[in-house]
Antibody, heavy 122, light 113 residues
Framework: QLQLQESGPGLMKPSETMSLTCTVS??????????WGWIRQPPGKGLEWIAS???????YYNPSLKSRVTIFVDTSKNRFSLELSSVTAADTAVYYC??????????????WGQGTLVTVSS | DIVMTQSPDSLAVSLGERATINCKSS????????????LAWYQQKPRQPPKLLIY???TRESGVPDRFSGSGSGTDFTLTISSLQAEDVAVYYC?????????FGPGTKVDIK
């Protein structure tokens, strides 16, 4: 059974760069059948797509965040990661990683990780 | 960007009764080349990640009870819970995966009356 597990810093200060990792178990991130992605959810609010990536490194970004976001994959460790620079309080959210159910971004997400809360505060 | 809207914001339904949630996209998410609507529905319970219920607007994910159904095409979609159960209390989101950026609706909260 495929499982995804996010890991992150928990608490960050404004202007720092956030690094999150999603470790995949029960399946290979190098599968040609799937894209992988990051989605976030501010406390008590809705869902915002951040970025998606293929094992080959092909990426798609939300234009609203593109200037601050990098998504990359490490196939040797079966994980993918997200970096978000110059964080502010507005970046406080639960960050989820998830798998697209197909080989492009044009597929729904399933499954999702449990999420990791990142709080940005001075 | 494709803007997703949902109605109502919240609803309360008696156990065993029907719950209907609407989702509207600002432009069509029907891809003419494959005649598929690039629309998914998710259920999110408190302190849990979203769970995929429906994809391609009307295809139920494996393991999802058949009281959940999706319908609609183009820009207007509906998620129906035919007989509400206590475990269905959650927030429901629609999502388009037709174009970048992928976007979600604001969510509809379903409670028991």
């Amino acid at each position: 059974q495929l499982q995804l597990q996010e890991s992150g810093p928990g608490l960050m200060k404004p202007s720092e760069t956030m690094s999150l990792t999603c470790t995949v178990s029960g399946g290979s991130i190098s599968s040609t059948s799937y894209y992988w992605g990051w989605i976030r959810q501010p406390p008590g609010k809705g869902l915002e797509w951040i970025a998606s990536i293929y094992y080959s490194g092909n990426t798609y970004y939300n234009p609203s965040l593109k200037s601050r976001v990098t998504i990359f994959v490490d196939t040797s460790k079966n994980r993918f990661s997200l970096e978000l620079s110059s964080v502010t309080a507005a970046d406080t959210a639960v960050y989820y990683c998830a798998r697209h159910v197909g080989s492009s971004y044009s597929y729904a997400y399933n499954p999702w990780g449990q999420g990791t809360l990142v709080t940005v505060s001075s | 960007d494709i803007v997703m809207t949902q109605s109502p914001d919240s609803l309360a339904v008696s156990l065993g009764e029907r719950a209907t949630i609407n989702c509207k996209s600002s432009q069509s998410v029907l891809y003419s080349s494959d005649n598929k609507n690039y629309l998914a529905w998710y259920q999110q319970k408190p302190r849990q990640p979203p769970k995929l219920l429906i994809y391609w607007a009307s295809t139920r994910e494996s393991g999802v009870p058949d009281r959940f159904s999706g319908s609609g095409s183009g820009t207007d979609f509906t998620l129906t819970i035919s007989s509400l159960q206590a475990e269905d209390v959650a927030v429901y989101y629609c999502q388009q995966y037709y174009s970048i950026p992928l976007t979600f609706g604001p969510g509809t909260k379903v409670d028991i009356k």
